[in-house]
């Protein structure tokens, strides 16, 4: 995955995963719901592990009215559609989280 450039949008990246058994409409579910609600989708990585799914995305959050909550809640509710598991972190958590 490529890192971006710190004056990108700082403070409004959004780090989203997804995992889960691989099937057809992951990726249309959930960047139906990035482009309805105004994300601009940064950055995407995805590769398939056997038979699952692990796809990263980078979000622009600036141009979107929906909250980080509101944002996990509609991506939890795909996921369970998916049968996939989708979290979403502000950029600073995910930094925070796996720093070294």
């Known amino acids: 995955m490529k ?3 710190n004056d ?3 403070g409004k990246r959004i780090i989203i995963t997804v995992i889960g058994p691989d099937r057809v409409g992951i990726i249309a579910g959930v960047t139906g719901i990035l482009a309805a609600n105004s994300f601009n989708i940064l950055d995407i990585s995805q590769t398939i592990m056997q038979e699952f799914l692990v796809m990263v995305l980078i979000v622009d959050s600036e141009n979107s009215s929906l909250d980080l909550a509101m ?3 509609r991506l939890a509710a795909k996921g369970t559609e998916l049968d996939v598991r989708i ?3 502000h950029e600073d958590a995910f930094k925070f989280m ?3």
């Open 71 to 73: 944002l996990k809640n």
């Open 3 to 5: 890192y971006l450039k």
């Open 87 to 89: 979290d979403a972190q």
């Open 8 to 10: 990108e949008n700082p």
């Open 98 to 100: 796996h720093r070294l």
